[in-house]
């Protein structure tokens, strides 16, 4: 079973000209961004760069133009998320949209939904955020508690999300709620598109060690939505929700999320580091590289019409590991003051104490090594 393919994109598009206008784009704005906001990036925010980019044509780019995309191949929307996340640039707003939520309006929303909201995320205007994890249930998704009800009015929905991802910076979330009183596990489970600011709805922030707000609680009391928020099929969300992971799980945001802090360790080292320091960076880099070809590769099959589960918790998990793994080696080869004012010292105290939620977001590795174990028929 060849789980990973050798070839998954083809050459087309003039990538070398578009990876120059992702640095040339990025050149204008990095000045006022703080290194701090620059590592982990797709967790920071900057609406007037999330609109530069929809404005320059890099988001949406796979879409179709009906919608607001621009019909672009799968390899050069990857070229432009590696620009993105190797410069460190604040992409958090747009990034859920972007990655998951248009993908899944296109394959099972409505054309009313479609037209609603693609347009809006293609320009970099719209930012989505998805509903998915509860209080109590940790990462098993499947014991989702929010109810949403069928009345002659609409659907009520009644309970709460934790842990959701820039809510208050979106629009809308995509949200998985259960449809069926009294289904349990998979069954019963729908998906539908909330918009935040409808009545009912709160959202408070959860503040991380680091100081940051990008996690939050929702809460809906006796939210009212239209019959018409239902995205898909009524009792296919599970199914709904396992293709929205793939395409969550398996970006290079998966294992460049620590990036940044690799790049200062070689600027701070300059064009001779010591032995022990340059195997580290060879190593480090080495592991990033097989990553990215293996992370490639699951999107092709997401390309090619496939659910690379499988694929996708794979790269995941190890992506994650080695990003966990980075500050700590970098910790232990160099004598960095972690009250430093240089960008590797702030970089390293930053990511040190932000990358243990690393594993959190998108299933913790106990759930992804079911996943790998179920699927490669270990279970």
């Not at 998320?81 to 993908?103: K, N, V």
């Not at 300059?270 to 022990?276: C, I, L, R, V």
């Not at 970098?330 to 003051?337: E, G, I, K, P």
């Amino acid at each position: 079973m060849q789980i990973f393919p050798l070839h998954p994109f083809r050459p087309e598009g003039d990538i070398p000209a578009l990876r120059q206008q992702v640095r040339d784009l990025v050149a204008k704005y990095e000045a006022k961004w703080p290194v701090e906001l620059r590592a982990n990036c797709w967790f920071s925010f900057d609406e007037e760069f999330s609109k530069a980019l929809g404005q320059a044509g890099l988001l949406g780019m796979t879409w179709p133009k009906q919608y607001g995309g621009h019909e672009r191949t799968l390899l050069e929307r990857y070229v432009v998320l590696e620009e993105l996340l190797a410069a460190g640039a604040p992409a958090g707003l747009h990034w859920i949209a972007d990655r998951q939520t248009g993908p899944l309006l296109l394959r099972y929303g409505t054309e009313a939904q479609r037209e609603k909201y693609l347009p809006g995320m293609a320009r970099g205007e719209i930012y989505a955020c998805i509903g998915l994890s509860e209080p109590g249930s940790g990462s098993d998704l499947a014991s989702v508690r929010t109810s949403a009800k069928k009345t002659n009015e609409g659907w009520r929905i009644n309970g709460q999300k934790v842990w959701t991802s820039g809510a208050h910076k979106s629009h809308a979330a995509l949200t998985l709620l259960r449809t069926e009183e009294g289904s349990e596990r998979h069954t019963g489970l729908s998906q539908m598109m909330i918009d935040l600011d409808t009545p009912g709805i709160t959202i408070r922030p959860i503040i991380d060690m680091t100081g940051t707000h990008h996690f939050n609680e929702i809460f809906f009391e006796d939210v009212l939505l239209p019959h018409d928020a239902l995205v898909g099929t009524e009792g296919n969300g599970w199914k709904q929700v396992v293709a929205e992971l793939a395409l969550e799980r398996s970006g290079p945001e998966r294992y460049l999320s620590s990036h940044m802090l690799l790049v200062a360790l070689i600027d701070a080292m300059g064009p001779e580091p010591d032995a022990p320091t340059a195997q580290l960076i060879g190593r480090l880099t080495a592991e990033m590289w097989t990553l990215r070809q293996m992370s490639m590769s699951t999107i092709a099959k997401l390309a090619a019409g496939e659910d690379p589960v499988v694929e996708a918790a794979i790269v995941k998990d190890l992506g994650n590991a080695y990003e966990q793994a980075l500050p700590r080696a970098v910790q232990a080869a160099v004598d960095a003051d972690l009250a430093g004012k240089s960008d590797l010292s702030r970089l390293l105290s930053w990511i040190l104490v932000a990358s243990p939620s690393f594993s959190l977001r998108g299933g913790t590795p106990e759930v992804l090594r079911g996943i790998i174990a179920k699927g490669l028929g270990l279970r």
